[in-house]
């Protein structure tokens, strides 16, 4: 298995919902990192988790939550979100943590905040 | 502190002629660097990456770049374009040390390919 998944591909909630994004490799990978993209704009890194342990939070708002339950699994979890944080969420893993490694991303999760 | 800056926002090229997308990078060491493709409403896929090996990289679907130390640039190329190439691209710089994970992102380049 050599890709990374994410779930759901689309979401659209209210500012007062709570929702979760998912995303799993099985690559055995060690580095997952959750990407908010908007439209026309490159990603902009949002977390790192390195052997399941959180290591870059590039100064997100506290309503974005991650959480890594394993190896295989990355979470991130949504709660009282802006109209602005509608965007493609994408995933990544990849094999270590050093600067050589690619990352591999999923397909991403299209939010929409309303 | 490293810095990665596509030159063309927006390429346009005829079917079947060649492709040449610009990227040139600033790094205090010997980077990493990569070209991904993002075709719309998807991930991102990664065509190929240099890693201080071989300066001349092959990647997936025809593409390839070279790396020029002394013209600090890594552009991407393929001899003939195919419909299925009109996408976003993006050349990245991966940072050295420290916060193993950032990638620095070029702002884009879309690639338009007409029949």
């Known amino acids: 298995d050599t890709e990374v998944t994410q779930t759901p591909k689309h979401l659209v909630m209210g500012m007062t919902n709570k929702k979760s994004l998912k995303c799993e490799q099985h690559?055995?990978?060690?580095?997952m990192y959750w990407y908010k993209q908007k439209a026309k704009k490159p990603p902009e890194l949002m977390f790192v988790?390195?052997?399941?342990?959180?290591?870059i939070n590039e100064s997100v708002p506290s309503r974005f939550s991650p959480e890594c339950p394993n190896s295989s699994l990355l979470n991130l979890h949504l709660h009282a979100l802006q109209p602005e944080d509608s965007a493609l969420y994408l995933c990544?893993?990849?094999?270590?943590?050093?600067?050589?490694?690619?990352?591999?991303f999923g397909p991403g999760t299209r939010l929409t905040v309303l | 502190a490293q810095s990665v800056t596509q030159l063309d926002s927006h390429v346009s090229v005829s079917e079947g002629t060649p492709v040449l997308l610009r990227c040139n990078y600033s790094?205090?060491?010997?980077?990493?660097l990569f070209w991904y493709v993002q075709h719309p409403n998807k991930g991102l896929q990664l065509l190929l990456k240099?890693?201080?090996?071989?300066?001349l990289v092959k990647g997936i679907n025809g593409f390839e770049a070279e790396f020029k130390k002394s013209e600090t640039s890594f552009h991407l190329t393929k001899p003939s374009a195919h419909m299925s190439d009109a996408a976003e691209y993006f050349c990245?710089?991966?940072?050295?040390?420290?916060?193993?994970?950032?990638?620095?992102f070029g702002k884009g380049t879309k690639l338009s390919v007409k029949p």
């Open positions: 990544a893993s990849s094999p270590g943590t050093t600067s050589y490694n690619e990352q591999f």
């Open positions: 690559m055995g990978h060690r580095a």
């Open positions: 988790y390195s052997y399941e342990k959180l290591s």
């Open positions: 790094s205090s060491y010997s980077p990493s």
């Open positions: 240099y890693t201080s090996a071989a300066t």
């Open positions: 990245v710089v991966s940072v050295y040390g420290g916060s193993q994970g950032n990638l620095i």
